[in-house]
Nanobody, 117 residues
Framework: QVQIVESGGGLVQPGGSLRLSCAASGIIFGLYAMGWSRQAPGKKRELVADISSDGSTDYEDFAKGRFTISRDNVKNTVYLQMNSLNAEDTAVYYC???????????WGQGTQVTVSS
C-alpha cells in the first residue's frame, strides 16, 4: 500500500529553521509530483510548495524566499527546508504525492511545527 510519512517537525523559536522530510513508498516515486500543505488552527489547509517529477518548483507567496522544497529520487524522499520561521508558520504540515495524469493525491498524517518563544 501507499505510505506517505512526514518527519522533522517540532518546536522552534522565531527566526529559526526546520527541515521537514517526507518518505514515500508504494508508488513509482519518479512519476509523482510531491508537495507540502499546511493547516493552522482554525484555518483551511493551504498549499505551501510543490515540486514536479522533472524538478520544477512552485511556492506560495508566504513561502517564497524562506522555504525550499527539494526531492531525492533515490531515497524517495521530499524535503522542505524552512528558514526565518515566524508564529504564523505554526501549523500541521502535510506531505502529498500527486499523479497529474490521474489527478489523484496521496496524503501523509502530518507533522506539527510550532514556532514560539
Amino acid at each position: 500500500q501507499v505510505q506517505i510519512v512526514e518527519s522533522g517537525g517540532g518546536l522552534v523559536q522565531p527566526g529559526g529553521s526546520l527541515r521537514l522530510s517526507c518518505a514515500a513508498s508504494g508508488i513509482i516515486f519518479g512519476l509523482y509530483a510531491m508537495g507540502w500543505s499546511r493547516q493552522a488552527p482554525g484555518k483551511k489547509r493551504e498549499l505551501v510548495a510543490d515540486i514536479s517529477s522533472d524538478g520544477s518548483t512552485d511556492y506560495e507567496d508566504f513561502a517564497k524566499g524562506r522555504f525550499t522544497i527539494s526531492r531525492d529520487n533515490v531515497k524517495n524522499t521530499v524535503y522542505l527546508q524552512m528558514n526565518s520561521l515566524n508564529a504564523e508558520d505554526t501549523a500541521v504540515y502535510y506531505c502529498f504525492a500527486y499523479n497529474p495524469r490521474r489527478d489523484y493525491h496521496y496524503w501523509g498524517q502530518g507533522t506539527q511545527v510550532t514556532v514560539s518563544s
